[in-house]
């Protein structure tokens, strides 16, 4: 008896203290994501390919709670409610399952982004979380392991645990359950030195009007140019990789803009249409037009929202970015490079 209560009261004691912290950066597809074959898994249709970011990171900090009955989430002080919350809920539950805890947490989570600056928090936020959360149940994950888990909570996160360009691997469509978890996973992407910036004109900083999990659904069900946009993506796929090997900016730039004006064009056409690009939207990419018929190497990229990312050299940012000032009006803009992975900060253990 005396036994059972030690080994019983020990861990709690641990637990009390348990805490880890970790930041992470958002990423940028230039070979999007936008299909899922497991929404339950979160496996992806098709193969992508991002630039992580050097700013805007989420920190977010998990504490163990021996004592509290539910999980207490916080974003920027403030206590998240309804999906956002139920997204991280169902996620720590992901993370006790596979540590054997039935132990609530604390997750505090702080975002540096704009509010609506277009940038999908939730790569950075489930990535940082990914890490976080691992920590303080002591899973001893490896960056590939702590892609596969970022990946359950937002599939572009799985992305962001790694700096610079990366890939995520869809895994072969033919596997299921385990098999295929063990193979979706992202890792860091061979490049010569490419020096490249991402020139982000935010048009329109309100709400979507649907999500991207929505859109992306709808698309493969309905959407009659989806699968051929998903054999060409394979095909963006390993061009990308190969320039990015040559350090071929301008190739590296015609793909991403290709591709992202194809899984565009697939929304379009899915029923109901799902349309993110507005009038400003295509203001901008006539700016990217004029920059290039100028002789400047830009090229844009959008997402699930009217925001164009205009990806240059770093040394062109500066020009670009005052052309899509003009083109945005009066929208913000912001210039990013190439950023770090996911990764604990050290002594941050409450
Ligand atoms: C258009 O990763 O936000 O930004 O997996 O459903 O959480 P879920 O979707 P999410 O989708 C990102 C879609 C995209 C393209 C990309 O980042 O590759």
Same mark, same amino acid.
């Given at each position: 008896m005396a036994e059972r209560r030690t080994t019983v009261i020990g861990p709690r004691r641990q637990d009390r203290s348990a805490g880890a912290t970790a930041i992470a950066h958002p990423n940028i597809a230039l070979v999007k994501y936008w299909g899922k074959r497991d929404e339950q898994l979160m496996l992806p249709r098709t193969d992508s390919l991002s630039m992580t970011l050097d700013i805007f990171p989420t920190t977010t900090r998990v504490r163990l709670d021996a004592d509290a009955g539910s999980d207490a989430v916080t974003f920027n002080g403030e206590a998240a409610t309804g999906e956002a919350q139920r997204r991280i809920v169902a996620f720590l539950d992901l993370v006790r399952e596979r540590a054997g805890s039935s132990r609530r947490a604390v997750v505090d989570t702080e975002n540096t982004?704009?509010? $609506?600056? $277009?940038?999908?928090s939730s790569a950075s936020g489930f990535a940082a979380l990914a890490v976080a959360a691992a920590a303080a149940y002591g899973l001893g994950l490896d960056a590939t392991a702590l892609s596969r888990l970022a990946r359950r909570g937002? /599939? %572009?996160?799985?992305? %962001?645990?790694? /700096? /610079?360009f990366a890939v995520w691997h869809a895994g072969p469509a033919a596997t299921s359950g385990v098999e295929a978890d063990l193979s979706s996973y992202a890792e860091p992407v061979a490049a010569a030195r490419l020096d490249p910036a991402l020139v982000i004109a935010v048009v329109n900083a309100g709400p979507k009007a649907v999500s991207s999990r929505t859109a992306m659904r709808r698309t493969v069900d309905t959407s009659p140019l989806y699968a051929p946009w998903a054999a060409s993506s394979g095909d963006d796929l390993t061009a990308m990789r190969a320039a990015l090997v040559r350090g071929d900016l301008e190739a590296v730039g015609e793909i991403a803009e290709r591709n992202a004006l194809g899984m565009h064009a697939t929304m379009l056409a899915a029923r109901p249409a799902v349309r993110y690009l507005s009038p400003a939207t295509l203001t901008v990419l006539d700016s990217v037009l004029e920059l290039r018929r100028a002789g400047i190497a830009a090229y844009a990229t959008m997402d699930a929202g009217p925001n164009v990312k205009v990806l240059c050299r770093r040394g062109d940012a500066e020009r670009v970015a005052h052309a899509v000032r003009a083109a945005a009006a009066g929208g913000a803009v912001h210039i990013a490079g190439p950023g770090p992975g996911a990764r604990l900060l050290p002594g941050q253990a409450p």
């Open positions: 982004v704009p509010t $609506g600056a $277009g940038l999908a937002s /599939g %572009s996160a799985s992305r %962001s645990l790694f /700096g /610079g």
